[in-house]
């Protein structure tokens, strides 16, 4: 069964600490994302990357940063965590050469920063 | 920027009542997809629409894109409380594999 998997389901954080936010896929996908969920806004994309070594901005990528430098492992990096960063983070992949782009998500982290 | 915007935002529903949500975007897309997600759940994939005028069922579940391909509908024929979720759609930005998603339409099926 295809699988995507963060590492932490539930953070706790205060302001000013650094996060990193763990996301393994096993389906050896090309493309990596990470979106955050907030209540009313849906989805926000906040980088994704293409390639192992290659990364683009979302929409939100203020705040953040990401790595990847295997195939299967995108972090998304909170260098100073804020309140406004209290979220639910969800990590997708999808593949590009099965045409259709499916996006498989991870079971999410809720990151709460105090 | 590209944005795709879902109605309504909320719906509750009586077990047995049909139920639609409409996904529009402010630019030609390529293709539409719709997701579901479980309250506590992850989105997970439903369906992907390509072609203008398209229409797909899944059982009680039917799919619709747009003549413009701007614009998309899922209704729910006799919800049932396994349809309680939110569905989003979702479409590739300026035909990347970046994909926008909409604001998502909240289901709640009460008995």
């Known amino acids: 069964d295809v699988k995507v998997t963060q590492s932490s389901r539930y953070l706790v954080k205060r302001t000013g600490e650094k996060v990193f936010l763990e996301c393994v896929q096993d389906?050896?996908?090309?493309?990596m994302f990470w979106y955050r969920q907030d209540p009313g806004l849906g989805l926000r994309l906040i980088y994704f990357s293409y390639d192992v070594k290659m990364k683009e901005k979302g929409d939100i990528p203020e705040g953040y940063s990401v790595s990847r430098e295997k195939k299967e492992r995108f972090s998304l990096i909170l260098e100073s965590a804020s309140t406004n960063q209290t979220s639910m983070y969800l990590c997708?992949?999808?593949?590009?050469?099965?045409?259709?782009?499916?996006?498989?998500f991870g079971a999410g982290s809720r990151l709460t920063v105090l | 920027g590209q944005q795709v915007m879902q109605i309504p935002q909320y719906q509750h529903v009586q077990e047995g009542e049909d139920f639609t949500t409409y996904c529009n975007s402010s630019t030609t897309l390529s293709n539409i997809q719709w997701y579901k997600q479980r309250p506590g759940g992850h989105p997970v994939f439903l369906i992907q629409l390509v072609k203008s005028g398209e229409v797909k069922k899944q059982k009680r579940l039917t799919f619709q894109f747009g003549e413009a391909k701007k614009n998309s509908s899922l209704h729910i024929t006799a919800t049932q409380t396994t349809d309680v979720g939110t569905y989003f759609c979702?479409?590739?930005?300026?035909?990347?594999?970046?994909?926008?998603f909409g604001t998502g339409t909240r289901l709640k099926v009460l008995a």
């Open positions: 997708a992949s999808s593949s590009r050469t099965s045409g259709a782009n499916v996006l498989t």
């Open positions: 979702a479409g590739p930005f300026s035909g990347t594999y970046k994909y926008i």
């Open positions: 389906m050896d996908h090309e493309n």
